[in-house]
């Protein structure tokens, strides 16, 4: 069963807005990872944030990590239509050291020019 | 290679037929990953190998699924006597040395069972 539950299922913004995606998991983590989807392709890594670690940046995008509410953020600063994707945040979880990902249903962003 | 390949991109079977999917992970990547995506969303955990050893096996259906990583040869994953829910695109991921790393996916295969 998927531990990982994200909201929204869908966001349509507007080109230059910002866009935040959230996700929230049950058990220990190593690390939290997000990546992107494009449509027919696989998952391109994006950012990934350790669990001793609360805020990580790369270029337009912000993750932030609260372990004591077991929840992430992904926000996308002045987005772009190249953007629209989508995004799912994935667990290692302590327990198998790591070793799978274990990954939320994901958020379908659409941006519009 | 720089990036991590798989083959074929579509795959289509009857019923009951075997289906044999490949990847090619990372050179230098010591972690190779299966994943079953269904439905454009859920993705599903089948198999992780370090090096040619199976690493974590507990999430493949074992009756008909099996997976190989054999030295000088793309990893494998063959499902035996497909069903019509094995429909779903099978993705391949390679890590670095420490698993905590990001890991690498290729673009899948759809496997389509009629």
């Known amino acids: 069963s998927q531990q990982g539950e994200e909201d929204p299922q869908a966001l349509s913004i507007q080109e230059g807005e910002n866009a935040t995606m959230n996700c929230s998991y049950k058990?220990?983590?190593?690390?939290l990872q997000w990546y992107r989807q494009n449509s027919g392709r696989g998952l391109v890594h994006l950012i990934l944030i350790r669990s001793n670690e609360r805020e990580k940046h790369s270029g337009r995008l912000r993750v932030t990590l609260d372990t004591s509410k077991k929840s992430s953020s992904l926000l996308i600063t002045a987005s772009r239509a190249a953007d629209t994707a989508s995004y799912f945040c994935a667990t290692g979880n302590e327990e198998t050291s790591g070793s799978r990902l274990t990954f939320g249903e994901g958020t379908q962003l659409t941006v519009n020019p | 290679g720089e990036e991590v390949a798989q083959t074929p991109k579509h795959l289509v079977r009857g019923e009951g037929q075997k289906a044999k999917l490949y990847c090619a992970p990372i050179?230098?990547?010591?972690?190779v990953f299966w994943y079953q995506q269904v439905l454009k969303n859920e993705f599903k955990f089948l198999i992780s190998?370090?090096?040619?050893?199976?690493?974590?096996e507990t999430g493949m259906p074992k009756e008909r699924f099996s997976a190989k990583c054999l030295p000088n040869s793309p990893c494998s994953l063959e499902i035996q006597a497909t069903k019509l829910e094995d429909s779903a695109v099978y993705f391949c991921?390679?890590?670095?040395?420490?698993?905590?790393?990001?890991?690498?996916f290729g673009d899948g295969t759809r496997l389509s069972i009629l």
């Open positions: 991921a390679s890590s670095q040395v420490d698993l905590r790393e990001p890991q690498h």
């Open positions: 058990t220990s983590i190593n690390n």
């Open positions: 050179k230098g990547h010591s972690y």
């Open positions: 190998f370090q090096n040619e050893n199976v690493f974590d």
